[in-house]
């Protein structure tokens, strides 16, 4: 078991998924992407996430994000349910399914909480940057399904400060003004933001969306 902590290159591994071998550095490329387990294949939950997921793909490729699914059931398990889920959720899954029945990934990511399963992986959630650098991790437990429209708006913040180094603030949504990352000084503020700027405070400077028009 490892901890994995934010800026830590998420750890390398070879498993089997329902879209073949994954060496998932290779996998990952130079693209962002998301790694998330869940704690059974045929559970009620988990069929609405991953049909979630798969509705949501086109937003994930708009963001140039990558999406693997994992849970500690074989593959012919997970080939069998996704018949399940295309059905019950109107959908086609069209991302990989981890097959980690010896719980190698599981263990290397920390996915299994015993107070909570000792045998299965509680909703981890990684978010790792094209630099394969971990940017965000969330845990939620097994009965709780989680908001893929939190994930979208936190990849959005994430790539925002990647390639803007702005930051965003309490219950920022997409177009709300951002906030300037203190890294930035006040003489480089014009070049950087031609939107202009506010300055709230000299230490809460505050600057309209830059990727929008
Ligand atoms: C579910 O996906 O519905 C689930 C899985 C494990 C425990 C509780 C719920």
């Known amino acids: ?13 070879t498993a089997q998924s329902t879209e073949g071998e994954i060496n998932f550095h290779e996998w990952l490329g130079d693209r962002w992407a998301i790694l998330f387990s869940h704690p059974a294949d045929y559970t009620p939950v988990c069929t609405t ?6 509705k949501y793909k086109a937003e994930f490729d708009k963001r140039n994000v990558k999406v693997v699914a994992l849970s500690v059931d074989g593959l012919d398990s997970h080939k069998e349910w996704i018949k399940d889920i295309n059905e019950t959720q109107n959908t086609t899954v069209n991302f990989p399914i981890i097959a980690d029945e010896d719980r190698k990934v599981a ?12 045998q299965l992986t509680v ?3 990684f978010v790792i940057g094209s630099d394969k ?19 979208l708006r936190v990849i959005d913040s994430l790539q925002l400060t990647a390639y803007y180094k702005v930051a965003t603030p309490a219950n920022w949504n997409n177009g ?16 950087m933001f031609p939107k202009g700027h506010t300055e709230v405070k000299p230490y809460l400077r505050m600057t309209p969306q830059p990727n929008l028009d």
Do not use: Q, W
Request: proline share 7%; net charge negative.
């Open 1 to 13: 078991m490892s901890t994995i902590r934010l800026g830590d290159i998420a750890p390398n591994f």
């Open 49 to 54: 996430e991953l049909g979630a997921v798969a």
């Open 107 to 118: 263990m290397l990511y920390d996915m299994i909480h015993p107070n909570a399963d000792n």
């Open 123 to 125: 909703r981890s959630v």
């Open 133 to 151: 650098k971990v940017k965000l991790t969330i845990t939620y437990p097994a009965s709780t399904g989680r908001n893929f429209d939190e994930l």
């Open 176 to 191: 709300d003004d951002c906030v300037i990352v203190p890294a930035v000084s006040n003489e480089e503020i014009p070049a």
